[in-house]
């Protein structure tokens, strides 16, 4: 089988890659040939990155489509005409006012099958192109983390950069800030990858706004280290697309969430914003909490810390993550090619 993928947002090595870097070791693993649209061979990037090994793959020029079986293609708001045998348009976006309506793509829908990251994507990608779109969840290879001895340490693994989503770090400062007094010897550890979309100047002024604080923030950890990271941390905090209208502006909302359910397999407790994707990872007082303002965030945390009960709802979190591991996406992925 010839396998084609496109993915227009390779230079960000986001969420978008992660996924798509995970479908291309699935069909790697097939012994599938599989060519990846993208003019440099970035394997090694990808392996740093996530820990993904996609050497194998062809690394090439966009190629006529109708030499393929198959054609996956991550799509910018946009579809492709595709004579491939089998094409799957995938959404990590919910986009809307794209014209995903028009006389051309209703045409092109009709062939085409259209996967998404979320209910979240879903609900607004069916409803613009006018598709009954299938939810495949990011995988996370969840045997792979692990619940080592927890310091007392809270842990937000986010990109520093709001190309998509309003990652929120000012937020998580300012509520360690008022906070962190009433829970002595707990620190706040913010990490993420700085590629493109990251505004200098502002990652300047967070690491300003930090200055004498048990804040520290962690550049470009290669995956080990985010890992790390992750088996020591008790809880895991998010703001990603806090003060922004999901209805209105959903590209600015966590359109799932992957770090978090990688925190969560590692046995961190998740204290996520109640928006978009976020919402169906976690089960509310089960095995995480979602909050709506920063102070039900701080307040949140302390009841935690001072309650200990935060060993109490570990290990629901991690029985949790298995439902997205990627035994789920491999099965999944396969049962959608064979049809």
Request: glycine residues 8%; aromatic residues 12%.
């Amino acid at each position: 089988m010839k396998v084609a993928v496109f993915n227009p947002y390779w230079d960000t090595l986001g969420g978008g890659e992660r996924y798509t870097a995970s479908l291309v070791s699935f069909l790697l693993q097939k012994n599938w040939q599989v060519d990846v649209w993208w003019p440099d061979n970035i394997s090694s990037a990808i392996k740093d990155r996530f820990s993904i090994d996609i050497s194998r793959a062809n690394f090439t020029k966009l190629q006529p489509s109708k030499n393929y079986d198959l054609l996956f293609w991550l799509s910018d708001g946009s579809l492709p005409v595709s004579f491939a045998k089998k094409t799957i348009i995938h959404f990590q976006f919910p986009f809307t006012d794209v014209k995903g309506g028009s006389v051309g793509n209703f045409i092109k829908s009709r062939f085409y099958t259209f996967v998404v990251n979320s209910n979240f994507t879903k609900s607004f990608i069916d409803l613009e192109f006018h598709v009954t779109s299938r939810v495949i969840y990011p995988p996370v290879s969840t045997q792979t983390f692990v619940n080592a001895k927890k310091i007392p340490q809270i842990i937000y693994i986010g990109r520093f950069s709001n190309l998509t989503q309003s990652k929120g770090h000012a937020t998580l400062i300012e509520v360690f800030k008022k906070i962190y007094r009433q829970i002595p010897g707990w620190k706040l550890v913010l990490a993420g990858g700085t590629t493109v979309g990251t505004d200098e100047s502002e990652l300047s002024q967070l690491k300003k706004s930090i200055v004498g604080l048990p804040i520290n923030i962690v550049a470009n950890p290669d995956f080990s280290e985010i890992k790390k990271l992750y088996s020591q941390s008790s809880l895991f905090w998010s703001a990603s697309g806090f003060g922004v209208d999901e209805t209105t502006t959903p590209l600015k909302v966590e359109h799932f969430g992957i770090t978090a359910v990688e925190a969560m397999a590692s046995g961190c407790v998740p204290l996520l914003v109640n928006k978009g994707g976020h919402k169906e990872i976690v089960q509310q007082g089960v095995n995480g909490f979602l909050w709506n303002t920063p102070e039900e965030l701080g307040g949140l945390t302390i009841k935690l810390i001072k309650d200990n009960s935060l060993q109490d709802i570990s290990p629901s979190a991690v029985i949790r993550s298995k439902i997205f591991d990627i035994g789920e996406f491999n099965q999944s992925f396969q049962k959608l090619i064979n049809v």
